[in-house]
DNA sequence: GTCTATACCACGATAGAC
DNA sequence: GTCTATCGTGGTATAGAC
């Protein structure tokens, strides 16, 4: 090649690329073990060795640098649930039938087995804390990348368990959400109550004993005061 | 009065008692909606009225103050929980019977039905983010708050369900502890997401849809994988 | 396009006047 | 018991070097 580069990349004063995974690393890190606001920006720019006002070149400040770090995971753990969300659609295409333990499988387990991937040990405890820790603002920005895979699963959980009514939808909802997300969190809190030594971050057993107990809570009758009518899909009238 | 006045509180400059309330509720509500530290204590005191040092000489700075926050409300529901996992154990005492619904009833109801307090949904909320939002100092102080209560719970459940190893006790608490605090949290996600009005603030609702969910989940049999004995208490081999 | 140096205002905390 | 003044540090923004 001569004079006019016409490669963009080809000699950088430093490694682009390079400078984003390392403030990615460390702010994800940071943000796992002190929350959004807990860290500061030059302590992240710090850890990674990066100068501070490159992170605000790279990310647009502190906000940018959280959502970038969401998106590095999250992006791939919606393909893997879209994946196996369609692997129960199929399965109820081939046999008339649709597992709810398979259809809480496909949702819950690529979000409890993304502590397998490297390094992502510290994501899964801050995506857990994230869907109550910071302020409303964040957390919306956070929610939209989950959006579609879980308008998604709620769809197909409502069609798996045709007993339910919209308001138990609700509740049970509340409970997968809810044990989904505190063993991702991992506070610490029973560990330390029991005074045991299991850990949330074994995926394994996480999957192995969550599941069929949060199916057994979606196998009970509906429990909607249904006055009038009150159940689901359809014709909602009021 | 003359020059020395010999009561201390016969006209203070402003009621202390005041001040203070002012600081807790405004702290309470500022807390809930941006988290510890996404509100800053110029804020709490601008809108409680009062100095910024004076907030200062009350709760010595504001770890003090939230963690005050949470005394005030806390120390009450503890009283509540203690009352009714008593209740349990006499009702135990009486039929030789230990009923997981109703020890479950006893730990969860007053922690949701504390929104029924005056003034106290903003607590529910934060108290449902503390559990995963600080950094793990700010937790720690908040979790001793709850301790002995806690562990009164784990210890009177677990023998309400003597078919459940040391293993399954864990997960199944992680679904409790995670729906408990997961509705107190009240994110507004599932609102969202199911596009529907049921509100998390609905105390009695949250009860009536929880507890036989979570009692499901509680009747389910070991899952653990008893290699060896690994079961609980005493000498129960597989 | 990538990064460094630096300046800006708001924050939590404290000392000392009233 | 309350307030003012002040200090070090936080997030953000910009000017300009490479």
Known sequence: MQSSDPIPSAAPT??????????LD???QLFAEHGFNGVSMRTITGTAGVNLAAAHYHF??????Y???????????NEERARLLQACLDEEARTGQLDPSAVLDAFIGPAIRISAAPGADNFRRLSGR???DPSPEARRTIYELYDTVAARFVDILARACPHLAQEDLFWRLA???GAMMYVRADSGRLQQLLGSEYSMADSSAAMHHIIPVLAAGLAVPSLAKS??????????GS
């Not at 430093?14 to 403030?23: C, G, I, Q, W």
């Not at 959502?67 to 753990?77: D, G, K, L, S």
Request: net charge positive; proline share 4%.
């Open 60 to 65: 647009q400040g502190k906000e940018g640098l």
């Open 130 to 132: 994230a869907s109550a």
């Open 175 to 177: 409970c997968i959400y």
């Open 227 to 236: 006055r009038g009518k009150g159940k689901r899909r359809s014709s909602r």
């Open 14 to 23: 430093h490694d682009p690329a390079e400078t984003r995974s390392r403030l």
């Open 67 to 77: 959502r970038a770090v969401f998106e590095r995971r999250v992006v791939p753990m």
């Open 26 to 28: 460390a702010a994800e």
